[in-house]
Structures are given as C-alpha cells and as structure tokens.
C-alpha cells in the first residue's frame, strides 16, 4: 500500500512540473527526436517585412528575408551583401537599381512631314508630328510642339537604331545625291550617314540605314537629311496602294 502511495504522489509531482506553452500539433509519428517539419500551427512573433531565421525556446526575426514565391514586399529592400535571384513580375513604384537592371526602352516615331532642300549640303532637322501608332517606354518624345524633332533618352545603355526616309527629285535629268544621319546632341552619329543617288525624275527614292551606340541619360536623339541639289526634298511615298504613307521613320531600342 505504501507503495502504491509513493507512486501516485510521484506521477502527481511530474505531470505537475509539465509548462503548457501552447498547442503543438504533431502530423508525423512522435519519438525522443521529432523533425522540425512535423510541427505546423506554431506562433510567430515577427512583424510585418520580416521573417523567422531561428527557431528554437524563442523566435528570431530578420528584416529583408523574402523567399516564397507569391511575397509582397512593402517598404525600401535592401540585400546588403546577400543576392537576390529569380525574381519575376516585379511591380514597384519608385527606382530599381543595379549593375545589372535591364530597363527596357524602346520608341517607334513615323511622320508625313515633307521639306525640300532650300540650301544644297545644309542638314535639316525631320519632325516626327504623327501621332497614330507611336509606341515608346522610357524615351521622351513630344509629337505636337517645336521639339517634335528631338528624342530624349531616359535610361543609359547600349541601343539599336533602324530609320528610313523616302525623297523625290524634280530636275528632268538629275544626277544628286540625298543623304541622311542621326545626331547625338548635335554630333553626327558615327556609323549613321546613308545616302543615295537620284537618276530618275519624280521617283520615290527610300534610304535606310541602321546602327547601334552606347547612349548617356539625358541624350538627345535627331534625324537629318540633306542633298547635293535644291531639286531634292523628303517627301512622301506614293503609288504603294498604302492607306497610309509617311516620309520617315525611326525605331530606337534598348537591348542592354
């Protein structure tokens, strides 16, 4: 009997030193050793913007930790020394920089601006001053006031140019050349120049060209024509069976 009395008054004791810390749920056979993955439902005391990095008696928070796919971010990240990889679908209000940030910007401008040469070898700016179908993103371009000739670039790196414009010449027997160019804030782009004979009266003559340059912020971007004869103008094409002609276009693309 005493024994049985001694028994008891220790399972009493035990169970009475057990600390109730809060429900743990256990979907995984339970042993001296339980993985961390069999445990679900546990507190966490981390606010939002943070997340745990140690769990054992207590809970530790990091700022700055996001690793599963679906996370919002809000506020300012910064990785410090840490990488961030395999991001998709960002979606940010504000600047994102880096080394290696691809910004994509591109700009597509066509125009039915016509000019003849009034002054053989002078270069004459082209406005862009249709509206109907310009395609930009990040290159500033304004198609309705007096700098309708001038792209601005917004984002530094490497782009690709495709450009075209058409002329006519109304000499009877001509024998001129129509040229075109880009300038980068005034200087021919290097590489950019392309010119054409005109043997033909009345003749639509197109003149394309294509080119690529490492461009700064803050760049500006004009198209120009001239010819060896004031015989010579930018004109529109004609006879095509288009419903729409234009006298140039211009294509600038961002690739890295």
Same mark, same amino acid.
Request: charged share 15%; net charge negative.
């Given at each position: ?57 207590s809970v ?13 971010? !809000?506020?300012n990240? +910064?990785?410090?020394?840490? *990488? &961030?990889?395999?991001?998709? $679908?960002?979606?940010? %209000?504000?600047? =994102? @920089? ?7 910007s ?5 125009t ?9 070898g ?6 862009? !001053?249709?509206n109907? +179908?310009?395609?930009?993103? *990040? &290159?500033?371009?304004?198609? $309705?006031?007096?700098? %309708?000739?001038? =792209? @601005? ?68 971007i ?8 004031t015989d010579?103008?930018?004109?529109l ?20």
């Amino acid at each position: 009997m005493k024994k049985l009395i001694i028994a008891t008054i220790l399972c009493l004791f035990v169970l009475s030193s057990v600390i109730y810390a809060g429900p743990i749920n256990v979907d995984e056979g339970f042993a001296e050793l339980m993985a961390w993955s069999g445990l679900y439902s546990y507190p966490s005391a981390c606010p939002a913007g943070s997340a745990i990095t140690q769990l054992d008696d207590s809970v530790t928070c990091t700022d700055g930790w996001v690793n599963i796919d679906g996370d919002n971010w !809000t506020g300012n990240m +910064n990785a410090g020394d840490y *990488n &961030i990889t395999n991001i998709s $679908n960002v979606d940010a %209000n504000g600047n =994102i @920089t880096a080394e290696n940030v691809f910004i994509l910007s591109d700009i597509y401008l066509h125009t039915d601006y016509a000019r003849a040469v009034s002054n053989a070898g002078t270069w004459y700016n082209i406005s862009f !001053t249709h509206n109907g +179908n310009i395609l930009k993103q *990040n &290159i500033q371009h304004t198609y $309705n006031d007096n700098t %309708n000739d001038t =792209i @601005t670039i917004l984002n530094s790196g490497i782009y690709d140019f495709k450009y075209a414009a058409n002329f006519n010449n109304t000499n009877a027997n001509p024998d001129d050349y129509a040229v075109i160019r880009l300038t980068i804030n005034g200087i021919e782009l290097n590489g950019s120049g392309m010119g054409r004979h005109m043997s033909k009266a009345n003749a639509n003559v197109p003149i394309t060209g294509c080119t690529r340059y490492n461009l700064t912020a803050g760049d500006e971007i004009k198209m120009q024509f001239t010819s060896t004869s004031t015989d010579t103008s930018l004109e529109l094409q004609s006879g095509l069976y288009l419903d729409h002609y234009d006298s140039a276009r211009l294509c600038i693309v961002k690739i890295r």
